[in-house]
T-cell receptor, first 115, second 115 residues
């Protein structure tokens, strides 16, 4: 069965430090992978997506993610974190359900940024 | 600008009462989705609709109902049968012609609480 695991529920980093958020998936074929960010009380904003090709994808706000098929991972990285990056981050995989374009979401990682 | 509008932002329900959450999109998207978000559980799919006058149950449809009379509108009713309705509800949409490689677009959510 398809699934997404974000092992870290909560991460705290210092401003200016590097960041890596982990995402592991289980999927029967080559998945489409997404990272979304959610500020408190807001909807989800797409950071980046992977479909095929170059396994290192660049997104908005200086984020990048690397698809590693052998490890079934799609970790999100940022070289230098800003206080405004404090938010909850969700990894998602799809599609499942045929043409319904449904996504499976991880449980999220809450990022806190220390000054 | 095109987008998804959810209203109200905050909603309170009395015991035994049905309430309806609004979701309107002007993106000309065919497919629309309703998710429920609880702390530590990520997003869970309630209902989805790929075309007008058609919708399917998601993973946690019990106690909820939807309609899709217009392409741009996909209201969600939380019925009295839903015993634990307190949650953050997110509406999303996508062009149904997409081959699974287009991201879902999200509204800003409605927070429902029990009085």
């Amino acid at each position: 069965a398809q699934s997404v695991t974000q092992p870290d529920i909560h991460i705290t980093v210092s401003e200016g430090a590097s960041l890596e958020l982990r995402c592991n998936y289980s999927y029967g074929a080559t998945p489409y992978l997404f990272w979304y960010v959610q500020s408190p009380g807001q909807g989800l904003q797409l950071l980046l997506k992977y479909f095929s090709g170059d396994t290192l994808v660049q997104g908005i706000k200086g984020f990048e993610a690397e698809f590693k098929r052998s490890q079934s991972s799609f970790n999100l990285r940022k070289p230098s974190v800003h206080w405004s990056d404090a938010a909850e981050y969700f990894c998602a995989v799809g599609p499942y359900g045929g043409a319904t374009n449904k996504l499976i979401f991880g449980t999220g990682t809450l990022l806190a940024v220390q000054p | 600008d095109g987008g998804i509008t959810q209203s109200p932002k905050y909603l309170f329900r009395k015991e035994g009462q049905n309430v309806t959450l609004s979701c309107e999109q002007n993106l000309n998207h065919d497919a629309m989705y309703w998710y429920r978000q609880d702390p530590g559980q990520g997003l869970r799919l309630i209902y989805y609709s790929q075309i007008v006058n058609d919708f399917q149950k998601g993973d946690i449809a019990e106690g909820y109902s939807v309609s899709r009379e217009k392409k741009e509108s996909f209201p969600l009713t939380v019925t009295s049968a839903q015993k634990n309705p307190t949650a953050f509800y997110l509406c999303a949409s996508i062009n149904a012609g997409a081959q699974g490689n287009q991201p879902q677009h999200f509204g800003d959510g409605t927070r429902l609480s029990i009085l």
